[in-house]
């Protein structure tokens, strides 16, 4: 990440129960350029109970409507014992594979897998114990601040510093799916990173690449978004995913975004510095002879660059000129006594 934006491809429930799927949706991740590839690391068990009640239904109105939330996520998941070969395929194809933990058993699994970055996510924020456990194993720690508080990012903050780890990333995200490009917000972006002192990033459920785009402009060192090798697959989480083509144009918009980026700098390069030759500068308008004095209608300034500098003109008007001097002549102050 101190070279280039760290770009994550969420796998998610993308697999939509398929092993295989899983599998090449890391080849696909890595065709499409992605620097590494996410999982999610828990069992309907984990994550919440096996309760039928209001309580433990699916919000109204969201793409999960009227489920319970342990038949949603025990269709979700990814499969534990999948994890490894997953590991093993992000590995031959140049990935990076990290998960996020949703219990401490999870993470626990996850270090036999020597998993090298821990991602808390946005609803696991206030799950401090959690966060305290998988600081403890001294591991970069990314948080998405979906739902978080000023108070729940502070805190989220504090419990990683205060067991010692301090290579923290948090990241921007709208925790709506997909997520309204105008709730974005991401001037928050180097607002996180600057009110924290941390690094910051963007999780992404807006539609298309503009948000991540423009997330890179304003600093951030790691994007998340959503991968699926198809959307006609379905899914849980295939109506807010990028599928391949659409990923590899976000990789390729971003990587041109670093370019035109740049650094701070005021150095010229050496096009730059050619290109000031199609500036300004004074030369001679019209013939003059020894002795004439300099006016606007004599000397000019006009392009290309190579005569003298327009900021001396205030010294040479109603100056005389000591020599004769041809129409189309760069200007110099020698020309003047």
Request: proline content about 3%; aromatic content about 8%; charged content about 25%.
């Amino acid at each position: 990440m101190k070279e280039k934006t760290f770009i994550v491809a969420e796998l998610s429930a993308n697999h939509n129960g398929s092993k295989n799927t899983a599998m090449e949706t890391v080849k696909a991740a890595r065709r499409a350029g992605a620097d590494a590839i996410k999982l999610q690391t828990y069992t309907a068990d984990t994550i919440t109970l096996d309760v039928r009640t209001k309580d433990f239904e699916t919000e109204k109105g969201s793409l999960w409507e009227n489920r319970y939330l342990y038949d949603l996520y025990q269709e979700a998941c990814t499969p534990w014992e999948w994890h490894g070969e997953l590991f093993e395929a992000a590995r031959k194809e140049g990935l990076i594979c990290f998960s996020t933990p949703f219990d401490k058993s999870a993470v626990d699994f996850l270090e036999t897998l020597n998993n090298p970055v821990y991602k808390i996510a946005s609803f696991e924020i206030t799950d401090i114990p959690l966060i305290e456990y998988a600081a403890q194993k001294m591991k970069p720690m990314v948080i998405s601040t979906g739902i978080a508080t000023e108070e729940d990012i502070q805190l989220a903050v504090d419990t990683c510093r205060n067991v010692g780890n301090n290579d923290i990333t948090l990241l921007k995200c709208t925790s709506s799916y997909p997520a309204p490009v105008e709730e974005a917000n991401l001037i928050m972006i180097p607002e996180l990173a600057k009110r924290f002192g941390v690094k910051s990033g963007l999780s992404d459920h807006t539609m298309g690449s503009v948000s991540a785009l423009v997330a890179v402009t304003l600093g951030a060192v790691m994007i998340e978004k959503h991968f699926i090798i198809d959307r006609s697959i379905g899914g849980p989480d295939a109506a807010f995913s990028m599928d391949e083509k659409e990923f590899t144009q976000m990789v390729n918009d971003i990587r041109t975004a670093e370019k035109a980026m740049g650094k701070v700098s005021c150095e010229l390069t050496e096009k730059m510095k050619s290109g000031r030759n199609c500036s300004r500068s004074l030369y001679v308008a019209e013939d003059m002879k020894a002795g004439d004095i300099v006016s606007e209608q004599n000397v000019r300034s006009v392009r290309p660059g190579y005569g003298l500098h327009p900021k001396y003109w205030n010294e040479i008007v109603g100056e005389k000129v000591n020599r004769n001097l041809e129409k189309g002549t760069r200007f110099e102050l020698s020309y003047i006594d």
